[in-house]
Structure formats: C-alpha cells, structure tokens
C-alpha cells in the first residue's frame, strides 16, 4: 500500500508564503505523476500543479507566476511553495500520486490521494 503523508498548511497573511510537502511511503513502487489539488469550501475540488516524472509542469492559470511545484524523485517527494497568496487560495491542498507497485505478476497501477493541508490565507 502506498500513502502519501502532507504538511506545512496553516494559518498565513495575503502576501505571505507557504511551502507544502508531500511524502510517499510504501515498498516496490514507482511514481509517474504527482501533483496538487485544491477544494474551497462549496466549491469543486480543482488542479493546481501536475508534474510527470522528468517531464513539464503545469499550473492552473490562477496561480502561475505565484506558487512553484517540485519534486525529490529519489525521496518520493513533492513539494508546493506559494507565494504571494491570497484570500481566495484559502482551501483544503491534496496531494495525489499516481503510479505503479511491483506486484508478483507484473505491474499494477494505483492512485493515492494525501488527508489534506488547510491553508487559510487572511489578515
């Protein structure tokens, strides 16, 4: 079983920063993409930052130019800074992954999401 483990949401002013981590921990997996969602209360959950394994980034346009997603392969680590944040990116950030575990008959394919980071932007 893979799981994903987040922290560093919390309590934050506009114009402030936050740096939020994701970490997989399992055994015989390897990960293709991992990313960041985002849920705003009464609002439906949406992409904030994807990144395949060696490959391109991509944002949604809300937050381009303010957050930076990044990845340790070797740690199984992803990581979100936001800066410049606004009351409007106050939700609950999770993590996905997703990818494949090395299982007695091959390959099989899975996807996992973290619990959630609240981050609260607000003066």
């Known amino acids: 079983q893979v799981q994903l483990e987040e922290s560093g949401g919390g309590l934050v002013q506009p114009g402030g920063s936050l740096r939020l981590s994701c970490a997989a921990s399992?055994?015989?997996?390897?990960?293709?993409?991992m990313g960041w969602y985002r849920q705003a209360p009464g609002k439906q959950r949406e992409l904030v930052a994807d990144?395949?394994?060696?490959?391109?980034?991509i944002y949604v346009d809300s937050v381009r130019e303010r957050f930076a997603f990044s990845r340790d392969n070797a740690k199984n680590t992803a990581y979100l800074q936001m800066n410049s944040l606004k009351p409007e990116d106050t939700a609950v950030y999770y993590c996905?992954?997703?990818?494949?575990?090395?299982?007695?008959?091959?390959?099989?394919?899975?996807?996992?999401w973290g619990q959630g980071a609240l981050v609260t932007v607000s003066s």
């Open positions: 996905n992954a997703q990818g494949y575990k090395e299982e007695w008959y091959g390959k099989r394919d899975f996807e996992v």
């Open positions: 399992g055994s015989r997996f390897t990960l293709r993409t």
């Open positions: 990144s395949s394994r060696g490959g391109s980034t």
